[in-house]
Structures are given as C-alpha cells and as structure tokens.
C-alpha cells in the first residue's frame, strides 16, 4: 500500500516476533536478516519471509532516507492550504508533484499540509505561484519557511 493512499484502518496486531524484526530495521535498516535472526531468534529465511510480509501488507517500508540539504535542495518548507470543493482530489494533484514529499488531508485552520523540498527559493516561488496556487480549488496558502530541522526520526517502534 503507497503511503500516500493510506486510509483509516484497522491496526494490523503483530506478534512480539514481528515487533521486534522492525525495531531491529528501525534501529538499522541495513541489517542483515541473519543478524535480526539471532537477535529474535529465527533463521534468515524466516526473517525475509516476515519483513516481505510486513513490506507487502503495507506496515512498513525500508528506504534510504536522505539529508536534503547535503543533496542540494536548500529550501523546505510546509505548506498549508486552504481550499474550496473536494479536498481529496486536491490532495491527489498536490501528491502527483514531484517536490511535494508529504501531503495530509487536516481540519483546522488548513485543509491540506504540504511539505515541499526545493533546491532554492526561486524554485519555491515557481512552485507556489504557478502550479500550486493555480490548482482548482486552492483558495489562499500560507507556507512555514524551514530554518532549522531540529529532529526527525521514525523510530517509533511499535505497540
């Protein structure tokens, strides 16, 4: 399942063998399945059979997560938008461009959030004026210029 279309579902009830497979990728996602085997006490053919489980049934992902700033791309930020008509299919538009890494459907002051990765604020600038705002739908937008990532992790473990 793409993260991007994920909607409210049932918690998936993993074993403390499935929990545990995942703190060990959370903690390295590089580690070998006969490493993670000896820590939960499984061979490595089980483990690959359990995280292409965990893969496919859309719990978890392993990706190289990437410093953007080290990539070039100098300019975050998020973007709150505020909109008229259906916000689903906005949210659609929004996620289909390719320096918009996260959107999320919100109540509140904002309809959706957008965050937005771009290697400057020219690119910034093109992004919102010419193909966000000229979206149907889009009324007004307020963007939160990212000066300072002070921590982001996905470490959460599990229940």
Same mark, same amino acid.
Request: glycine share 6%; net charge negative.
């Given at each position: &399942?793409?993260?991007?279309?994920?909607?409210l579902?049932?918690p998936?009830?993993?074993d403390? =063998?499935?929990?545990?497979? *995942?703190?060990?990728?959370?903690?390295d996602?590089?580690?070998?399945?006969?490493?993670? @085997?000896?820590?939960v /006490? !499984?061979?490595?053919?089980? %483990?690959?059979?359990? %995280?292409q489980?965990?893969?496919?049934a @859309?719990v &978890?992902?392993i990706?190289? %997560?990437?410093?953007? &700033? +080290?990539? @070039?791309?100098?300019?975050?930020? &998020? *973007?709150? %938008?505020?909109a008229?008509?259906?916000?689903?299919? !906005?949210?659609?538009? $929004?996620?289909?461009?390719?320096? *918009?890494?996260?959107?999320?459907?919100?109540?509140?002051?904002?309809? =959706? !959030?957008?965050?937005?990765?771009?290697?400057?604020?020219?690119?910034? #600038?093109? #992004? $919102?004026?010419?193909?966000i705002r000229? $979206?149907? /739908? =889009?009324?007004?937008?307020?963007?939160?210029?990212? !000066?300072?990532?002070?921590? +982001?992790?996905?470490?959460?473990?599990?229940?």
């Amino acid at each position: &399942m793409a993260p991007h279309s994920r909607s409210l579902q049932r918690p998936v009830q993993l074993d403390d =063998v499935s929990k545990a497979i *995942i703190e060990q990728l959370q903690a390295d996602g590089r580690r070998s399945y006969a490493d993670i @085997g000896k820590a939960v /006490g !499984l061979s490595e053919a089980a %483990v690959r059979q359990r %995280v292409q489980r965990l893969t496919e049934a @859309g719990v &978890m992902q392993i990706v190289a %997560v990437t410093d953007p &700033m +080290q990539l @070039g791309f100098t300019r975050q930020a &998020m *973007i709150g %938008v505020r909109a008229a008509g259906d916000t689903r299919r !906005l949210a659609e538009e $929004l996620a289909e461009i390719p320096e *918009i890494d996260y959107v999320v459907l919100t109540a509140g002051s904002f309809d =959706v !959030l957008a965050e937005v990765v771009c290697e400057d604020d020219d690119q910034l #600038l093109e #992004l $919102l004026n010419e193909r966000i705002r000229a $979206l149907d /739908g =889009v009324q007004t937008t307020e963007t939160f210029v990212y !000066l300072k990532l002070q921590k +982001q992790f996905y470490n959460w473990g599990t229940r």
